[in-house]
């Protein structure tokens, strides 16, 4: 039974994802503090996290750049706030999906089982031999998930790590948006492809000497992105 904490100081709205998270079959504890959910997502083993963004004590996005620094579950960030540099701040985080307030728990269910599902595949894979894509200085190893930049192995969230692997092992070829969200986020209906932006730029100053000349994920402009071979 996979194991989520909802980090929510709204209790009649942490009470709600609580109830629906578990008639679908979900384990669920909730905190309703910063500095409190923080302490717990640290010092015990969660599959996935549902972080409020306005919190009393540490914020969402202190919460998310804390965990992000020694785990790697996927985190649903929802906020009230429906500015476009909140979720881009917060996906830039590492937060792996932003839901704006007021949402359906149906939605969030949905969410939480197409996170949890794709997580699952990556860690439970049985390949054998560690499969690598080297291209330009750039090393992958897709199954320890690491990634070297010139021999300097750099930090990837699982998104980051999934999206550019997929571009690196189809060079050549433009991808929209939406394709790259189908085929990464592994949602049609749900979700906002603006996180596919958001992840290109982080890759982007991760991989590129300079990132706003980009030698390897080329932008097509009214098209999509590209990486060159």
Known sequence: ??????????????DLERDYLELSGFEVQIENSGDGGLA????EEFDLLILDLMLPGLDGFEICRKIREKKNLPIIMV????DDIDKIRGLGLGADDYMT????????????????ARYERLVNSNVQ??????IRGIKIDKTARRVWIDGEEKNFTTKEFDLLTF??????HVFTKEDLFKEIWDM???GDIATVTVHIKKIREKIEKQSSKPQYIETIWGVGYRFRM
């Open 167 to 172: 571009l690196a092992q189809n060079p050549n």
């Open 129 to 134: 031999e560690n499969d690598i894509v080297e």
């Open 1 to 14: 039974m996979s194991k989520i904490l909802i980090i929510e100081d709204e209790t009649a709205i942490a």
């Open 40 to 43: 717990r997502a640290l010092q």
């Open 188 to 190: 049609e209906s749900i």
């Open 79 to 82: 906020s009230a706030k429906k």
């Open 101 to 116: 307030k007021p949402f359906s728990p149906s939605e969030l269910v949905a969410r939480v089982k197409a996170h949890l």
